[in-house]
């Protein structure tokens, strides 16, 4: 079965070998205070840092989950309001998570089919961090790069925080953009899932030294400091970490990555629009996510689909949450192959 799931997704074909690989290497059974962990999470670093076009002045960490990343924003960085500006199910799920924390969360929900625009986003206070999902999994749209370019513009001393988990190693993402950037690597990454990472940049690090705030396992100060040594506060996903380091070594970088989702995107574009049965879900082709696509039918169109594509080896995505009924969603993520998509596309024909 090929998983065009929008995560967990299609894993890289090689991911059996390096499995096998970290055996050999005793990888599996490696402390993670030894000199070996600490070599491979460095070099992890560097992998990630390079082929994604991270500036080397912003920090990672490793963590379990992107949702483990918005619990870590919501107790180190945020402390009194954040602003949470969200067109779907997993931006509302942050705004959630956190207001539970940090009752100051403000949710800040606009139309999925429009276009954020910062000049008339109406920030209350000075302070508090924004909060915003890059690409939103659930409906199948996303931010661009500009609009995120123009919200730091506007916003220079704020500390912007982007949940980019469905596009982080899909898309180029312009990481000056913004102060946080947080993901799992179940998505673009091509990898199983239970390994998150955590981006930040000089200024965020500044802020959350400036809270200081320590009272868990996975405080961001706590967590910078175990990072300076090219350690985690708890065990981490050892095997995770070697798998990530691995396909870094791999794949090529981000621009061609990019590259390569983007004529992927235009194909599937193209061809749902020759489809009398489906269509995409988003009318406003400015805000349609390059990496998941939400597929609009009727129930029974959406049954017969489901079903042919099973028979032919091919998992689909459900629809989410409100949008099950009416909806499917395809990953467009980099592991999966053109002769797998082109057969996805002739058995939906
Ligand atoms: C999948 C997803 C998450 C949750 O990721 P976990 O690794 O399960 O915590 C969060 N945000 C977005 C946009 C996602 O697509």
């Known amino acids: ?67 483990e990343c918005w619990e870590i924003v919501a107790q180190s960085v945020v402390t009194q309001v954040s602003y949470h500006l969200f067109s779907g199910a997993f931006g509302e799920k942050w705004y959630d998570y956190t207001r539970r924390i940090r009752p100051g969360a403000t949710a800040m929900p606009f139309d999925r089919e429009a ?39 506007r916003h220079p001393s704020r500390i912007i925080a982007v949940d980019a988990t469905s596009s982080m190693a899909g898309v180029d993402l312009d990481f000056k953009a913004a102060d946080i950037w947080l993901a799992s690597v179940q998505k673009c990454f091509g990898l199983p899932a239970g390994l998150g990472l955590l981006v930040c940049s000089p200024q965020a690090l500044k802020e959350a030294f400036k809270i200081n705030e320590r009272n868990h396992y996975n405080s961001l100060p706590f967590l910078n400091d175990m990072m300076n040594k090219w350690q985690t506060s708890c065990t981490p996903n050892v095997l995770g970490i070697y798998l990530l380091m ?54 029974d169109a959406i049954a017969t689909v489901k079903s042919k594509a099973a028979k032919a080896g091919f998992l689909l995505g459900e629809g989410y949450g409100d949008l099950k009924p009416t909806t499917f969603r395809i990953a467009n993520f980099p592991a999966l192959k053109k002769k797998e998509i082109e057969g996805l596309m002739k058995t939906l024909s």
């Open 1 to 67: 079965m090929v998983s065009f799931y929008p995560g967990p997704s299609r894993v890289h074909d090689d991911v059996p070998a390096y499995v096998k690989d970290a055996y050999k290497e005793g990888i599996l059974s490696q402390n993670h205070r030894s000199d070996a962990f600490m070599k491979m999470a460095e070099k992890t670093v560097r992998l990630l840092k390079h082929k994604l076009d991270i500036p080397q002045n912003y920090k990672i960490y490793f963590t379990s989950s992107a949702t």
């Open 246 to 299: 691995r396909v870094m070594k791999d794949t090529k970088h981000i621009g061609d990555v990019h590259k390569k989702t983007m004529q992927r995107y235009q194909l599937w574009e193209s061809w749902l629009e020759s489809r009398s049965n489906m269509h995409h879900l988003i009318k406003n082709k400015a805000v349609r996510s390059l990496t998941v696509l939400p597929i609009e039918a009727t129930p």
């Open 115 to 153: 276009e954020l625009n910062p000049a008339k986003l109406k920030l209350g206070r000075s302070k508090g961090v924004i909060c915003i999902t890059q690409n939103e999994t659930s409906n199948g749209t996303q931010v661009s790069m500009d609009t995120l370019k123009a919200l730091r513009k």
